[in-house]
């Protein structure tokens, strides 16, 4: 049984930083491609970053270009999301997801097989 936990939320003041945590368990951690998304309420979740651990490819959303940086632990399963310059636009709920197709959007929700239960992140001016 694969799982996702995530941690690491938390509210911050805006032009702060925090770093997500998501341990991943239940399958072999190689050739994933394993993501960061986030849902604001009354919108739709989004790609905000992604890796794939085959390689280490990263992958950003234009919106966090710059100031968000995934990385991951391989010894420890981890996957993890730095936030820098964190602004009032990326307060929303994250959650990490994982899937082994590589093909197709890197971004498209619809193929990830794997999701954790989210981290809420506030950001307050």
């Known amino acids: 049984q694969v799982q996702l936990v995530e941690s690491g939320g938390g509210s911050v003041q805006a032009g702060g930083s925090l770093r997500l945590s998501c341990v991943a368990s239940?399958?072999?951690?190689?050739?994933?491609?394993m993501a960061w998304f986030r849902q604001a309420p009354g919108k739709k979740r989004e790609g905000v970053a992604a890796i794939y651990t085959g390689d280490g490819s990263t992958y950003y959303a234009d919106s966090v270009k710059g100031r968000f940086t995934i990385s991951r632990d391989n010894a420890e399963n981890t996957l993890y999301l730095q936030m820098n310059s964190l602004n009032l636009e990326d307060t929303a709920m994250y959650y990490c997801?994982?899937?082994?197709?590589?093909?197709?959007?890197?971004?498209?929700?619809?193929?990830?097989?794997?999701w954790g239960q989210g981290t809420q992140v506030t950001v307050s001016s």
């Open positions: 239940g399958y072999t951690y190689n050739n994933y491609y």
């Open positions: 997801g994982a899937r082994r197709v590589r093909i197709g959007g890197v971004f498209d929700l619809n193929l990830y097989n794997y």
